[in-house]
DNA sequence: TTTTTTTCTTGACCTACTTCATTTTTATTG
DNA sequence: CAATAAAAATGAAGTAGGTCAAGAAAAAAA
């Protein structure tokens, strides 16, 4: 049996905290109580495509957990010139890393690339979390030690490859992302220019 | 008044350790009882000049922290080539992360550069440590998020500068790394090659 | 649906950095 | 302290990828 759902009830904060928790109990076992110490730690918030959530100069006080929807982290250059740092979608986590840990002022943009509704928790109280509870002491230094091992991944690759190999590489192990991130902003992660990434694209539908 | 101690005895166990839990108590505050653990949880290991801590197809079975010396982990590409991921000296932590987390054969090599001593924990000792007392868990996950945070600026500069300017960045940032790592593996490090890095320096050589 | 803005494509030319081969310098070993 | 090996320097030639400019396509706004 189909039951019909209201369309803005889709997302409403109690489904939205129930991908989060399911996330985080990959990782560690929750009890009841803890769950509900959790969800009630962060805030639902629905962000509209091209609007910011983090902008250099200002700290960025928020951890965001991606609900739905899409978000992009980069930098411009003196010169103008953009770099992506990271992408998110649903089950990711953005924020200005550097920024939040440290709680110093930003140096990136983080913006939504579609209408989205992310789970944030203030620093504060993740802090709270984490010194109240071994156990959510643990679950942000699995998220840690696996951003740490995914970024040491990055690196090598990017040292160690073209720019067409860091494409079909990215292409492998992002296909959700590729159909969902501009052009020009996945060649300036993949540390390239648009144009180069366009004849990339080309070249290979052209083989096949 | 001056103590003369046999050479030896300079970097014994007892020395050895108190750098690591100076170390450590920069980012919680240990008991005694909690000292000892840590200390006991470590063995001092001392590694000859070339000699490797780590090679591909082997799980990375221990986290090490350097008393004295350096050490270098690249990996070799297929055609011969070497990139270097990290470096580590006094102070610095060093492993496969992605083998030593994952528990799965490591893809790099790390090196000692010069006859070194280091302190190493063994994997599921630190599993213990950090399941026995929440102190533990928060050291290694701060160290974790400082880790990825560092490398986060990294990218981006990658990402956003040149040869040169990266060489300078270095330069500026680790001058204490400088004259204890080779050209080529400094390099390789920066993205370049060992030529190009021998001509950009030349040329500041130069100028002044 | 039309207009406007944003993104992508394509061609022509350019340059930062690589490759290869050889020599010089520095470090290691017997 | 020779002899040998490893690392660094240097020149010449090559190329992966960048820049710039203009048009085409797609998306957003009106």
Redesign the pocket.
Known sequence: MLILVPKHELFNPVSSKKSLINYVNNFVELSSEETHQLESSFEEVKVK??QFIVQPGFTNMHRAFVVKGAFRAYIITN?G?EHTLQFAIENWWISDFNSYIYQHPATLFIVAL?DSTILQIEYNQEQELKKSNHKFETFFRIMAEKGLAFEHRRILFNLT??????YENFLLNFPNFVNR???????SYL????????????KR?KKS
Chains 1, 2 share one sequence.
């Open positions: 495509k091209r010169d010139q579609e490859n073209s720019a067409e190999a860091r991130v501009p052009q020009y902003a996945l060649a540390g390239m220019t648009t144009e180069f990434l366009s004849r990339i694209r080309n539908i």
